[in-house]
């Protein structure tokens, strides 16, 4: 009887052979086993395997020929029972079976919290966006004579210079209707803070798994 025992799927590999240790005397008769039974263990092609592959093999033939097929099935059992993972049902199947709401509701809360946070900055800067709109000189010559340039009439040596530059950096969008940055640590400093990748996305999880278990609580009050 030929086993192949294959560690690493998806390669390519040639065979090791190993025999099984034959079957311990026991009180009870056993029967032998035949010569012809053999476990032949694979290995990654020559060309494409390492030493290390190589000094693995051996151990385990060396080890194998060490067992009886009884113990070897015995050990395999063992390991199928240990190793069994009960099947996961989807509780949300029922009221989203192919993930289109679960997808819809992750996005539409991310691109909230996106559209939540450059509100809050536009708010921050609203005041400092109406003094440049109803400056008397070009609105975006203003910002760049008191954020940027010390030399200006205009320039605002109060602020510290990072400040200036984030906040020349924003009216200018504003002004010229680009998308302000959203990392701004000054504007969003009142609001708690910047939001990390992760934090926004565990807030986008929990809203889908709000909206599916509303969807699933509606569902089995109707039936």
Same mark, same amino acid.
């Given at each position: ?40 263990? !694979?290995?990654?092609?020559? +060309? %494409?395997? #390492? ?5 693995? *093999?051996?151990?385990?033939?060396? /080890? =194998? ?60 800067? !609203?005041?400092?966006?109406? +003094? %440049?709109? #109803? ?5 975006? *010559?203003?910002?760049?004579?008191? /954020? =940027? ?75």
């Amino acid at each position: 009887m030929d086993m192949s025992l294959n560690p690493i799927a998806h390669q390519v590999f040639t065979y090791r052979t190993a025999r099984f240790a034959e079957p311990r005397e026991k009180n009870v008769e056993t029967a032998s086993v035949p010569n012809g039974d053999q476990v032949t263990i !694979s290995q990654a092609g020559r +060309e %494409a395997t #390492s030493n290390n592959f190589e000094t693995q *093999a051996d151990k385990v033939a060396a /080890y =194998l020929g060490t067992m009886t097929k009884e113990d070897f099935m015995e050990q395999l059992k063992q390991w199928q029972s240990e190793n069994q993972t009960p099947l996961e049902v989807d509780p949300y199947r029922a009221v989203d079976p192919d993930g289109t709401i679960a997808t819809k509701t992750y996005f539409e809360s991310y691109l909230g919290q996106l559209q939540d946070q450059e509100n809050k900055i536009k708010a921050y800067y !609203s005041d400092v966006y109406n +003094e %440049a709109v #109803s400056a008397p000189i070009n609105s975006l *010559a203003f910002i760049s004579g008191k /954020y =940027l340039c010390d030399w200006s009439n205009y320039f605002d040596s109060s602020m510290p210079e990072k400040e200036r530059q984030w906040t020349h950096h924003q009216l200018w969008s504003m002004l010229t209707d680009s998308h302000v940055a959203l990392n701004d640590p000054y504007a969003l400093a009142a609001s708690g803070g910047l939001k990390t990748v992760d934090q926004m996305d565990a807030i986008a999880k929990q809203a889908v798994k709000d909206k599916l278990d509303s969807l699933l609580k509606e569902k089995n009050e109707n039936t």
